[in-house]
């Protein structure tokens, strides 16, 4: 095939970070929050994309996909290889991490219960739960419907059938039956009502956990109109019955049962996926913290100050002289929020326009802007309101920004805003300047303590004067802007990038070193998969540092000798896009909010920029460089999706190098400037 597909390129990424849980070198309970993040990742995997493809399957006639696979096929292969995986992370988890937890005085209790932890499990019932809890019995039910995500015990008894619903958020799912100096004796909400099935259902009575994913897709049609929050709004709760991607049992569940429970709830057959006796092991983000054992975490490692805004009395004076650079979680992301709220307090600001993409609840960002525009500056939000699983906020705070004065636009029609910029523009002495700041992650406080990302805060016209016509495209919609010094999508970035291939291809052609390093999450889209087998056809040696999908695969000699790509999971997401071209020497360094998919570069705003300044160049250089050696995280890329670790005896892994790299960045910016 010319192709991977995405989705199984996809599990394998999920499958790195399953690699993460058996990593000796990582504290005890951070390998715990991997199996937290496998376990989401592959929760939103099957609500999205399994969902996506059941969906083509029963209603688009089972056509082969832009990779040249049918929906059937993955659909067969997926639960092979999740399959796999879950009895992997069974292994490593009650045959790894409990053992080793229990070691450490934390007693996770999951088998038989001795006769003490059994009286406190039943006197925990007793005093907590017996009055509070519905059982249902679905015995002769002809229809059964379960609440999307949340997990049932399924319970029998002789000839009869009952539901239980797990209420986490009643309850909490982790309960200390005991603690002492001992240890802490810890046991799962599903366990106190096995533990107790006797008092009010019967002595002889079993209970299997059960869970339904559903289609998380809104199925929006593509016209906007002035009442898309409604229909988002609407559509939200249709989520809660959308149509089933998958129903996960415990795999000792007798067959009869769970084939029941598939009929009464309309189900096929290939919706079925075993598991084990729990589910959700994304609720380990959840486990109880242990802050006299803090050896089993990963040590705390102070930010990089940025001296030249710490030190100034005048961000907008600083920001006029010399670019400030920032990265994200080395350095703090409360520089930008702090920015704004500067400008919203600041009397000679008259006007902020700014993108939205994924917004925390309590985000100072959004505080800002709701300040500015209650002190009657203007203020512009496109707040992208078909950012899945972030709708509700997105939402929420687009409505109390317009509340608070603000211009509020729920997204363009037929395109997503995924661009992660601001202009702030401010009258001074010498006439109305204008402040920028462009960024490859998202503006929310919360995520950028995780994602690793860069930004830049400007006051270049070149920049400034061009994302003035993204602003004003985004406003009117009708403008045909014009670029020529940021990449747009979907206006300029891809025939940009693809004439950036094309220079290296001829300059390889003319004898001189054909070089390319490209940082993106995803490398989906068909046609640069194909511009860069035609530039590794040429010579041109091509260097990808690839977290996530990776369609690609190599058809000719000279693409397996000229493209390498690595993938590096640690405990950052990275989530930086970075693209550098030799040039011949004079390098052409690009940051970006978007990947190589077709969405990105086709379906969406997305602003790429341009890095002049040559010591930000090297750093960026570096970064990659860095990462394409990490013997530590980096993995190896391929078509094989083995994750073979990359072959070294590296000391420090290359977020752990980030630091040393900001740091010296910073002194080298503020000993320029």
């Not at 049609?221 to 996960?248: C, F, N, W, Y």
């Amino acid at each position: 095939m010319k192709y991977i597909d995405r989705d199984i390129s996809w599990l394998a990424f999920n499958e790195r970070i399953l690699q993460e849980v058996e990593n000796p070198d990582i504290p005890l309970l951070e390998r715990l929050k991997f199996i937290a993040i496998y376990s989401s990742n592959l929760e939103e995997f099957y609500k999205v994309r399994v969902a996506s493809l059941r969906f083509s399957q029963k209603y688009k006639g089972d056509k082969k996909n832009k990779y040249a696979y049918r929906p059937s096929f993955i659909l067969q292969e997926i639960n092979s290889i999740v399959s796999k995986q879950q009895e992997k992370l069974g292994e490593l988890f009650y045959h790894l991490l409990l053992p080793a937890m229990s070691h450490e005085g934390i007693h996770f209790l999951f088998d038989k219960l001795n006769d003490q932890d059994q009286q406190l499990a039943e006197q925990y019932f007793q005093q907590h739960i017996k009055e509070d809890f519905s059982l249902i019995d679905i015995t002769n039910e002809p229809d059964v419907e379960l609440k999307n995500q949340a997990i049932y015990l399924y319970i029998l008894d002789r000839q009869k059938t009952y539901l239980l619903e797990m209420d986490y958020e009643k309850w909490g799912r982790f309960i200390t039956l005991h603690n002492d100096k001992k240890g802490t004796r810890i046991i799962q909400l599903d366990d106190i009502f096995r533990y107790n099935l006797k008092h009010f259902v019967g002595v002889n009575a079993k209970a299997y956990a059960v869970k339904i994913s559903r289609d998380a897709e809104l199925y929006i049609d593509d016209e906007q109109d002035a009442d898309i929050v409604h229909k988002i709004k609407k559509s939200l709760k249709k989520r809660e019955t959308g149509l089933p991607s998958r129903l996960l049992f415990n795999e000792d569940i007798p067959f009869k049962y769970i084939n029941k429970l598939r009929k009464q709830m309309n189900l096929d057959m290939t919706s079925l996926i075993p598991g084990g006796k729990y589910h959700s092991y994304y609720d380990f983000f959840t486990f109880p913290e242990f802050k006299d054992k803090m050896h089993l975490y990963f040590s705390h490692q102070a930010q990089v100050p940025c001296t030249r805004l710490d030190e100034s009395n005048n961000w907008f004076d600083e920001i006029q002289q010399q670019d400030v650079f920032l990265s994200y979680p080395y350095q703090d992301f409360n520089y930008v929020s702090r920015f704004l709220m500067m400008a919203a307090e600041d009397p000679d600001v008259t006007e902020i326009n700014i993108t939205l993409y994924r917004v925390n609840d309590s985000s100072d960002i959004c505080k800002a802007l709701e300040l500015a525009a209650q002190k009657g500056k203007h203020v512009f939000v496109l707040a992208e309101v078909q950012a899945r699983f972030d709708e509700v906020s997105n939402i929420y705070w687009g409505e109390r920004l317009k509340e608070a004065g603000a211009k509020v636009k729920f997204g363009l029609n037929k395109l997503k805003v995924h661009a992660k910029t601001f202009t702030i523009h401010r009258k001074e002495n010498t006439g109305s300047a204008v402040y920028a700041y462009l960024g490859t992650g998202n503006l929310n406080e919360k995520t950028a303590k995780i994602y690793a990302d860069h930004g830049v805060l400007t006051a270049d016209m070149r920049f400034t004067t061009e994302l003035n016509e993204v602003f004003r495209y985004m406003k009117k919609e009708t403008s045909n802007p014009k670029f020529h010094h940021l990449l747009v999508a979907p206006f300029t970035l891809r025939q940009s990038l693809a004439d950036l291939l094309d220079k290296e291809i001829r300059l390889a052609k003319q004898g001189v070193e054909g070089l390319v390093h490209i940082k993106v999450n995803s490398l989906e889209d068909l046609s640069m998969i194909d511009h860069l087998r035609e530039t590794a056809d040429a010579g041109v040696k091509i260097k990808l540092v690839v977290r996530g999908i990776c369609c690609y695969t190599p058809l000719t000699e000279k693409q397996q000798q000229n493209i390498t790509i690595v993938s590096v999971v640690d405990q950052y997401l990275e989530h930086t896009r970075i693209y550098h071209f030799n040039n011949g020497g004079n390098p052409k360094v690009y940051l970006a909010s978007a990947d190589w998919m077709t969405r990105n570069l086709s379906g969406r705003i997305e602003v790429c920029f341009p890095i002049w300044d040559s010591n930000i160049q090297s750093f960026l250089l570096k970064q990659i460089k860095t990462q394409l050696a990490d013997s530590k995280k980096g993995r190896i890329n391929d078509n094989v999706n083995n994750n073979q670790y990359l072959k070294g005896n590296n000391s420090k892994s290359s977020q752990e190098m980030m630091f040393i790299f900001v740091k010296e960045l910073m002194q080298q910016t503020a000993f320029s400037k």
